[in-house]
Structures are given as C-alpha cells and as structure tokens.
C-alpha cells in the first residue's frame, strides 16, 4: 500500500534579501512537490538558511513572494503558517518532560487531552521513542533529544516541516544513523520538507531533491544521483562528492563530445559535453572511482604514486601527473604498487564531464 502524502507544494518566486549591503539571496524561484523531501545544500553564506527562514516566516523577504498551497503567506505571520520546525540546537524545554515538550504546540492548539494523548504517542511510536514520555530531557541522549524534537515538530501535522542543520551536534556515528531514521521516517511517511545542511552526505541518504546553493543563487537542482553524475558546473561538481579538476585544452567539439589534450602530457582524449561549442581552456571532472589502472594498449596517462590510503573494502590512492597535478583514484581491494611507482591510469571518458574556462572555486 502507497503511503499517504502529507504536507502541500511550496512555491518561492524570485525571493530577495539582503542584509545592509550584503546580499543574501538573489532573485530565488524554487518549487517543491508535495510530499517532498528538498534539501538546500551550500557552505556558509550560501543563503540556504535566510531562505528558509523566510519560508518559516522569521524574516520577510525584500521583493518575491511564497506560496504554500497556492495561497501567498509572504506576509503571514509565523503562527499561521502551520509549519513545524526542528532546530539546529533542538530547543527543547528542560524544565518539561518528552511528553510535554512533544505536547507543547498541540496545547497551544487547544487540542483536547483524549486526541492530545493520542498523538503524543503516535508521534513518539513514529519516533521510537515508547517508554520515554515521562524521562527529563537531561536523560536523554542527543540522538533521543534530537528524536524528541523531531516528534514535537511533526506532532501538530505541519504542512510543512523545515529542518535547520539538525544534526550537526552528534558526533559521526550518530549522525549517520539518524540520517537513516529520517530517511525511513519520511519513505513511510512522505511529507514536505526543506531541510538546511552543508553536509553532502546527509543530502545525499535523506533527499528526494538536492537545492545546491552558492553565494545566494540555486546553481544546481536534482536528484542525488543527477547531481553527481551530471553537474552543470565545476561548483556543483566539487562540492557534491570527491572529484578531480583537470585543466585541459579543448581541440575540437563536435556532435556532443569534445577532443581535448591534457596539461603535461602528449595525446588526445574524447569526452561528452552538454555544450557543443567549449573552446580554448577547459576543465575536465574525473570522479575518484572513474580512474584505474590502465591494461596493455589501452591510451594512458602516467602517474606517480604518491599515498596510499586503506579504507577496508577501497583504496584511496594519491597520483601525480606529468603536469605536477594531484589527483586521486578510488579502487576495490589493495593497490598493487608502492609509493614512488609509475603507472599508467586511465578513466571512464563517458563518466567524465567537461566544463567551459579554468576551474575557479566556489563558495558564498
């Protein structure tokens, strides 16, 4: 049986905001499904936070408007919105036990103690969280507490639920394992949700959509796997997973792929290109997992192995090229060669990506 779709589509429409003469959000229009599971990705400044503080209605926007389920809330008060919210620092109240911080706005509600009871347990059987109505917040862990915030957002039956950085107090373990929870929180249960992290691995387990955010514009969005394999720019390539920026010079592009020389190193390559017209100086993107030892007649390029690094099943080896460039290969098993060895490697061409101009790096 299909779960249900709680929560309703968000709309923001050429959203602004500035704070003095900073501007924090270019002109932003974003749609997000109901149901939906949208992460805003981006380093610090990014403007991912002010945007979804905006849609929470803790800030009003300097031009553009939100829609949520086609009505306009730009100018609704926070209250009204019927929107959960979990914090990066939980904000529970120490004072209440988890029953009564889960009850918290269902009593603001009015909501009558029978049907109160009733979904303060569901929400903390959602939660797994049975048996822990009546312990002190100072008893819990910070996954539990995290947990407790979680069921307290949900618990009123948001439209739409907005996270902000919610993990980023547990330690890696932890983290990962909650990333998972709400994953399987929210496949059981699909309801809108915008959730703030800079950490890709997170977007990458929890989201339907990744919003990737640079400088106060949304360079880039798509699924997980979109995303990674086919980036728009060095940016986006760089910032969701590990990756090599090759510099190299584009001979000829034609029909979708690309003849291109690499820096150092005699020889031509054929790459895929979205743009059928890259010229002069370009950057290649070339995935860890892409390269490998190349076999006998197979075109190459020579490297010197420089680190090596055991990761149990993988090997993350360290490679310099002919130009003095570093790069890296991910590899099942041992790697065969030592420190100081010259091998030949190659890559995937199909998995590579070409970029127009020298790579330049991103941030906001």
């Known amino acids: ?23 924090a959000l ?8 109901a149901g939906e599971f949208l992460t805003l990705l981006g380093p610090s400044g990014s403007g991912k936070t002010t945007l979804l503080n905006i849609a929470a209605g803790f800030l009003s926007p300097d031009a553009g408007h939100v829609l949520l389920d086609g009505r306009n809330i730009t100018n609704t008060p926070p209250r009204q919105r019927n929107i ?25 509600r009015k909501v009558f103690d029978t049907d109160l009871k009733a979904r303060v347990a569901n929400a903390l059987a959602m939660l797994q969280l049975d048996g822990f109505a009546r ?33 980023g107090a547990l330690d890696r373990q932890l983290r990962k394992h909650v990333q ?35 400088k106060g514009r949304i360079e880039q969005i798509g699924t997980p796997h979109e995303l990674y394999a086919d980036p728009k720019n060095v940016f986006v390539a760089q910032f969701l997973g590990e990756s090599n920026i090759l510099p190299v010079t584009v001979l000829r592009a034609e029909d979708g792929r690309a003849a291109i020389s690499l820096d ?28 490998r030892p190349a076999r006998d007649g197979e075109a190459s390029v020579p490297a010197t192995v420089k680190e090596v690094a055991y990761l149990g099943e993988l090997s993350a080896t360290r490679l310099t090229l002919p130009s ?11 790697m065969p060669a030592g420190i100081g060895d010259i091998i030949p490697v190659r890559w ?14 991103g941030g906001g």
């Open 26 to 33: 270019e002109p932003v229009s974003l749609e997000i499904r």
């Open 348 to 361: 995937n061409e199909d998995e590579t990506r070409l970029f127009a101009g020298a790579a330049s790096s």
């Open 180 to 214: 998972l929870e709400i994953r399987r929180l929210h496949v059981n249960s699909p309801r809108t949700t915008i959730y703030v992290t800079h950490d890709q691995e997170e977007a990458l387990v929890m989201s339907d959509r990744v919003a990737i955010m640079s």
């Open 324 to 334: 003095g460039k570093d790069i890296w290969m991910r590899s099942m098993g041992p």
């Open 84 to 108: 959960g919210m979990v914090f990066q620092n939980y904000a529970l109240f120490p004072h209440l036990d988890v029953f009564e911080n889960v009850a918290y706005g269902l009593r603001v």
């Open 264 to 291: 150092g190193v005699e020889g031509r390559w054929s790459v895929k290109v979205s743009d059928n017209s890259p010229s002069g100086m370009g950057s290649l993107l070339v995935r860890p997992e892409s390269i």
């Open 135 to 167: 312990r002190g917040i100072n008893q819990l862990s910070g996954g539990q507490q995290q947990r407790v915030a979680l069921a307290r957002a949900m618990v009123i039956e948001p439209s739409l639920l907005l996270m902000d950085e919610p993990l």
């Open 1 to 23: 049986m299909k779960p249900r779709v709680s929560g309703v589509p968000v709309t923001f429409s050429q959203v602004e905001k500035s704070f003095g003469s900073v501007q």
